[in-house]
């Protein structure tokens, strides 16, 4: 009985300790604007960087494996919400190959760079797993 406890605590912790608020999964998938070296581009709702990635058709992520850990997806649960400054008919999802819902915004999957802590952008124009890795205007536009 005792394994089974230890277990289901264990379990517990690694999925983030339970059921997150409501007010912090609305933070989470909201994509809004903010100010950075690079101007005015787009965050999530708790201030991490949004990146683009060139080589990504419109609408279909081709970043997997050992892309996706460098360059974390930005996965939501539904059609994450607009916030301030942001065109809402740009937001929107596409579905990852295996099932995973990830953010988009003009129809490019937004992702993380693993080495960004909140308000940093550290790797705007990089090239990287074939394409560039470029931060977003809330007009859509890439940054160069």
């Known amino acids: 009985m005792s394994k089974i406890v230890l277990f289901l605590a264990a379990a517990l912790v690694a999925v983030g300790g339970g059921a997150a608020s409501a007010s912090d999964q609305l933070s989470r998938t909201t994509v809004t604007v903010g100010s950075s070296a690079y101007g005015k581009i787009l965050f999530d709702g708790t201030g991490r960087a949004l990146y683009a ?41 596409t579905k990852r190959a295996g099932g995973k819902v990830q953010a988009t915004y003009g129809g490019r999957p937004l992702y993380y760079y693993v080495g ?24 859509g536009r890439l940054v160069r």
């Open 116 to 139: 960004d802590s909140v308000g940093q952008v550290r790797c705007q124009n990089v090239n990287e797993f074939g394409g560039l890795w470029l931060v977003l205007r809330s007009s």
């Open 53 to 93: 990635f060139t080589r990504d058709p419109r609408g279909r992520s081709v970043c997997a494996g050992k892309c996706a850990k460098t360059w974390p997806p930005y996965l939501v649960t539904g059609r994450p919400k607009a916030g301030t400054g942001v065109n809402a008919s740009l937001v929107g999802t």
